[in-house]
T-cell receptor
C-alpha cells in the first residue's frame, strides 16, 4: 500500500527555468495539498485540490505558480521562471476527506535554484 | 487569521518525559493537530484534538484546552529516535479544515 509519492526528490534549476513537481496521493485519497517549507520554519500552505478542481489557492503566489490535479495522473505544482527565493522543500500531502486535519505527507521535493 | 506559538527547542534525556506547549490564536477553531518531522524527512501525523482533554496514543499524548487556546504534546519514556521537530497545527480559520502550522519545536534527546 504505497504512501504519497513525490518526484523528483531533488531538483536543481537555473534562474528563469521552469520547475515541475509531481505528487501522487495515497490510494483512495482524492484531496491533495501542497506546502512549502524553508529551513527552520513550519509548513506554509499553498494550494488545496481535488480531482480536476482547485478548492483553495489562497497560499499560492499570484504569479509564476500554478497547480493542477487532472482526472488521470499525478498532481503537478509548476513554477515558471524560477528565482533564488523559490529554493525550498515542497511537500505534498493527501487526505481521504475534506476534513484534512489528518494528512499524509510525501517525502518532499527539494528545489534548488542556482 | 491564525498564529501559533511553540518553543523553538526543547532538550531532554532518554527515558524522561517532555511536554511541548502550543498556544494559538484563530478566528475559528476545529481542532489542533501534531506532526513529527525528522531531519530531511516528511511530516508524520501524530494526533488530533477537537475536544478538550487528553488523548493518549502509546508513549505520546496530546492535550487541548479550547478556553485557554492551548494544547500540548506529551512524550513519555523518551528514546533517541524521538529527536525530531514537532509541529502543532490549528484548523478552522474561516471555516477551513486546512491546518496552519507553527514554526516547530526541535526536540533533542540526550543519552
Amino acid at each position: 500500500n504505497a504512501g504519497v509519492m513525490q518526484n523528483p526528490r531533488h531538483l536543481v534549476r537555473r534562474r528563469g527555468q521552469e520547475a515541475r513537481l509531481r505528487c501522487s496521493p495515497m490510494k483512495g485519497h482524492s484531496h491533495v495539498y501542497w506546502y512549502r517549507q524553508l529551513p527552520e520554519e513550519g509548513l506554509k500552505f499553498m494550494v488545496y485540490l481535488q480531482k480536476e478542481n482547485i478548492i483553495d489557492e489562497s497560499g499560492m503566489p499570484k504569479e509564476r505558480f500554478s497547480a493542477e490535479f487532472p482526472k488521470e495522473g499525478p498532481s503537478i505544482l509548476r513554477i515558471q521562471q524560477v528565482v533564488r527565493g523559490d529554493s525550498a522543500a515542497y511537500f505534498c500531502a493527501s487526505s481521504p476527506s475534506g476534513e484534512g486535519y489528518e494528512q499524509y505527507f510525501g517525502p518532499g521535493t527539494r528545489l534548488t535554484v542556482t | 487569521g491564525q498564529s501559533l506559538e511553540q518553543p523553538s527547542e526543547v532538550t531532554a534525556v532518554e527515558g524522561a518525559i517532555v511536554q511541548i506547549n502550543c498556544t494559538y490564536q484563530t478566528s475559528g477553531f476545529y481542532g489542533l493537530s501534531w506532526y513529527q518531522q525528522h531531519d530531511g524527512g516528511a511530516p508524520t501525523f501524530l494526533s488530533y484534538n477537537a475536544l478538550d482533554g487528553l488523548e493518549e496514543t502509546g508513549r505520546f499524548s496530546s492535550f487541548l484546552s479550547r478556553s485557554d487556546s492551548y494544547g500540548y504534546l506529551l512524550l513519555q519514556e523518551l528514546q533517541m529516535k524521538d529527536s525530531a521537530s514537532y509541529f502543532c497545527a490549528v484548523s478552522g480559520s474561516g471555516g477551513s479544515y486546512i491546518p496552519t502550522f507553527g514554526r516547530g519545536t526541535s526536540l533533542i534527546v540526550h543519552p
